[in-house]
């Protein structure tokens, strides 16, 4: 069973920084896609970055030149760096990882950016 977990969410002023880490269970070259989603009260999960084959990367234009995605296979752990945030990134932040046409999802960090 796969097992994903997140940290680093929090409660945030508006301009600041934040960085999410997402763990596997099992080595994260098992997974050919890597990716952030987020998803706001009232609306549907947005992606945010995506990471595939392990380098091509991908964001959403909201947060394009803000947000940073990586991995550290060595820790099997995969970020997001998140620099300026602003109040409309806040969401509960989840991590999803494929392999073989099948996702895994992480139980999601809080986001909170205050103005």
């Known amino acids: 069973q796969v097992q994903l977990v997140e940290s680093g969410g929090g409660l945030v002023q508006a301009g600041g920084s934040l960085r999410l880490s997402c763990s596997a269970s099992l080595s994260i070259f098992r997974f050919n896609n890597l990716g952030w989603y987020r998803q706001a009260p009232g609306k549907q999960r947005e992606l945010v970055a995506t990471v595939i084959s392990g380098a091509y990367t991908n964001y959403a234009d909201s947060v394009k030149g803000r947000f940073t995605i990586s991995r550290d296979v060595a820790k099997n752990t995969m970020y997001l760096q998140m620099n300026s945030l602003k109040p409309e990134d806040t969401a509960v932040y989840y991590c999803?990882?494929?392999?073989?046409?099948?996702?895994?999802w992480g139980q999601g960090t809080q986001v909170t950016v205050s103005s």
């Open positions: 999803r990882m494929t392999q073989v046409g099948v996702d895994y």
